[in-house]
């Protein structure tokens, strides 16, 4: 690739990551009181997927920095690479939780731990074997039972394209930091709709947050 | 129809605010409608959480009172229940 295209594509991911880990501190802040609040552990797992959205994405923009300032990829060593690997999915993994969590074990609590253990052990495991397929298909069964639970409750009607569309970006994104440029001319289009599907996150959790009823 | 957690919580926080913010145990077991084990793990939670402690009322009797955060809770209720809602949570 042309190098001048290439830092402009790094340029777009730069902007890109920053932006949405920007959104994802903010939804995180924004829903603290009610999280404290009620302790209401659907609340508790959907600003965690937000929370582990926004390290994902500050870890991208970390890389993409250090690839736009020196012109290589130093700081994408392997442990780097797994923490992003670690934290997309548990974003993923919480998100579910909090779609489904009618649904999960009232104990599930005293779980999670063990959930993250999986979730790492996974990220090492996919690190060592290099096996990015193997991440893909767990990504895509994540949006699959993700899917399956919206449609099996009604209430959820109102947010069923944003959930899937979060699903759908967070595997996209993964395919990108594992492939980089596998998307080409249209990675500016996914970036910009996937940053449009975070903004109207946060625009409703605002409307929402301070709806004064 | 059963009340969840959250509305069994703004029921008993509500019924405290509403008797001057203070009340005894026995007339909040009996205005909250629930089992006495309930009414115990609930207000053992409400202490535990900060939205209610016991204090001596002018009679030098135990009475509960609402905490900041119990009015806080009692102002984000709707918010709270509109939020679980509007998310499918």
Redesign the interface.
């Known amino acids: 690739m042309v190098p001048g295209l290439f830092m402009q594509g790094v340029g777009i991911d730069l902007v890109y990551s920053f932006v949405i880990f920007l959104i994802c501190l903010i939804v995180y802040i924004e ?1 603290r ?2 999280s404290k ?4 552990k ?2 508790n ?2 600003r965690n997927t937000f929370l582990f959205f926004g390290i994902s994405y500050l870890l991208k923009f970390i890389l993409a920095l250090d690839v736009f300032s020196r012109g290589i990829n130093l700081v994408g060593d392997a442990i780097f690479f797994g923490v992003v690997l670690y934290a997309s999915l548990m974003a993923g993994i919480y998100l579910i939780m ?2 489904g ?1 009618k649904k999960l074990p009232k104990n599930i609590g005293k779980w999670i731990f063990l959930i993250h253990a999986l979730a790492i052990l996974f990220a090492i495991i996919v690190l060592l074997t290099n096996n990015f397929l193997v991440y893909l298909i767990f990504q895509i069964l994540i949006l699959v039972v993700g899917v399956v639970l ?1 449609y099996s ?1 009604r ?5 069923l394209i944003i ?1 899937q569309l979060l699903l759908l970006f967070w595997i996209l994104d993964i395919v990108e930091v594992f492939v980089p440029k596998f998307f080409g001319g249209v990675q500016l289009i996914i970036s910009l709709v996937s940053i449009g599907v975070f903004i109207l996150v946060l625009y ?2 605002i409307k ?2 301070h ?1 004064k ?1 | 129809m059963k009340r969840d957690r959250l509305k069994v919580i703004f029921d008993i926080l509500k019924i405290i605010k509403d008797h001057n913010n203070s009340i005894k145990p026995t007339p909040l077991l009996r205005y909250s409608n629930l089992s006495t084990k309930s009414f115990n793990e609930y207000m053992n939670e409400l202490v535990e959480r900060e939205f209610v402690k016991q204090v001596k009322d002018n009679k030098d009797k135990k009475a509960i009172t609402l905490t900041d955060k119990g009015f806080q809770y009692l102002e984000k209720y709707k918010t709270i229940v509109s939020f679980i809602d509007d998310f499918g949570l």
């Open positions: 829903t009181e009610i609040l009620s302790s209401y659907g609340i797992f959907f909090a779609i969590n919206l409750d209430k959820k009607a109102s947010m959930y409703k959790i929402s947050t709806n009823k």
